[in-house]
Structures are given as C-alpha cells and as structure tokens.
C-alpha cells in the first residue's frame, strides 16, 4: 500500500506501506512507539531538509528508548538509512 498527502491505499492483508516523511511524522504523533511497524527504511537521507532531519533524530529517539527498556513494544524495531551518493 501507499500513504501519500491525503490519499491511502491499504487494506487488512497490506504488509508494506510506502509513505512520505511527512506521513511516517503524523505516524509518530499518534503511536510513539510505532507498535505497528516492524521496519523503517529511510531513502534519501543525504537530502537535508528540516522534515528528514527531524524525523531521524525522532527515530534516534525512539531506537533509545526501545533499547533502554522505556518502551512500550513487544518486538524490536529495524531502521535502515538509504543513500545513493557516496558525497555525503
């Protein structure tokens, strides 16, 4: 599936979702823990922008507290950071 700015397409056998920053962001907000998420994979994180830069020091955040014990999930997160550029 895919969540983009206003539009979704998911359903009760989606396994994948394909979202935006901004859409994983408004995730963050309403489940802290992102309970329902097993992988995060972030491309393009040699484009600094506000928005990605915000959303990796929240996943930081959150990959602390999940080691630390001070979360609520049952099953550990994986987070993967993508790049295409070496220049970075």
């Known amino acids: 599936?895919?969540?983009v700015r206003g539009e979704s397409v998911q359903n009760n056998e989606t396994c994948l979702m394909f979202v935006t920053t901004g859409v994983l962001l408004r995730?963050?907000?309403?489940?802290?823990?992102?309970?329902?998420?097993t992988h995060v994979l972030v491309d393009e994180v040699h484009e600094r922008t506000v928005e990605n830069d915000f959303l990796l020091l929240t996943l930081r955040d959150?990959?602390?507290?999940i080691e630390d014990g001070k979360s609520q999930r049952q099953h550990p997160l994986r987070v993967c950071l993508m790049s295409a550029t070496m220049d970075s």
């Open 1 to 3: 599936g895919y969540a």
């Open 27 to 37: 995730m963050l907000e309403e489940d802290k823990d992102l309970e329902s998420v």
């Open 62 to 65: 959150l990959t602390d507290r």
